[in-house]
């Protein structure tokens, strides 16, 4: 096999950003197991190493780090995030997809313009609505925030639905099934895909949101935080020289999680894409 100079080249550039890329991820981990607690910008490796940030961050919790209590914070808003938001995405995707009712395409085209403003448009308005219910500095009104609009996601799952045959769902019919028979025993045992995608997008919105929850969790109770909130606080000027060794810990640990979801669901969450962008 005869390999091209033009290949050769291509994926040299692409070895070079690939290397670009992981740069800064290869400091940050190697940062976390310096044995200095502040920002150390003369060696890229460390001089001493050590456990100590993971040890601090996890079983010595202080006034500022409490690392395990956001880390359980944000696990469960992420994982009733991942719940609700899942369910929304797939129903309005069947109903988009597979039953055909008046205004359908409206509600498709407004569904879509609606997804094109950014959220952040929106905090305002909505942080004075859940004060007055009461809802501030509460995880329940930052799940409510996460899966509120998740609906409104649902232009890939719909792709992805227009695959299945619809002999299959006209069958179902004449055997007497029911819309909901339907999408339980014929759609979503056919969309396992798109559902490993929907779960892994719903479960990275709050995970790693910052905005939203820096407005909602505003009562200045540590405990309360998520991980984002956390770890940004450890990056204020006061505190950098001794937590931000703990800062970068905090970051690879939040890092872990993620990773492990992505390799166990990498082939359903890339057949999830490309299924979904086979029709519109």
């Known amino acids: 096999m005869k390999i091209k100079f033009s290949d050769i080249l291509r994926h040299l550039f692409l070895a070079f ?3 670009i890329w992981l740069i800064p991820i290869v400091w940050l981990v190697a940062t976390s197991f310096s044995k200095y607690t502040g920002m150390n910008t003369s060696t890229f490796f460390p001089e001493e190493w050590s ?4 040890k601090n961050l996890l079983f010595a919790s202080d006034s500022v780090t409490q690392f395990p209590s ?7 808003i992420a994982c009733a995030t991942c719940v609700v938001s899942t369910a929304f995405v797939l129903m ?3 109903a988009t997809s597979c039953m055909k009712f008046k205004m359908r395409k409206t509600l498709m085209n407004i569904g879509i313009t609606l997804n094109l403003f950014p959220a952040v448009l929106s ?4 942080y004075f609505i859940l004060k007055a219910l009461d809802l501030t500095n509460n995880h329940l009104g930052l799940i409510l925030i996460y899966s509120a609009t998740s609906g409104l996601g649902y232009l890939i799952a719909k792709g992805f639905m227009d695959t299945v045959p619809e002999s299959l769902r006209e069958a179902a019919y004449l055997d007497g099934a029911s819309e909901a028979r339907v999408f339980f025993t014929i759609v979503i045992p056919m969309s396992k895909p798109i559902i490993v995608y929907t779960i892994i997008s719903s479960f990275l919105v709050p995970w790693m ?11 200045g109770i540590s405990s309360n935080w998520t991980v984002a909130i956390g770890l940004n606080n450890m990056l204020d000027r006061m505190l950098l020289n001794q937590y931000f060794t703990q800062f970068c810990a905090g970051g690879v640990l ?7 979801l992505f390799l166990i669901m990498q082939k359903f969450y890339v057949e999830g894409i490309t299924g979904g962008a086979v029709k519109g």
Do not use: E
Request: charged share 5%; glycine share 0%; no cysteine.
């Open 17 to 19: 950003l690939a290397l």
């Open 51 to 54: 456990l100590i940030n993971y």
């Open 70 to 76: 956001w880390f359980k914070n944000t696990f469960v």
């Open 92 to 94: 309005v995707a069947y």
């Open 123 to 126: 905090m305002i308005a909505v």
């Open 209 to 219: 949101d910052f905005v939203f929850a820096t407005l909602m969790l505003n009562s």
């Open 254 to 260: 939040i890092s872990i999680p993620i990773s492990i």
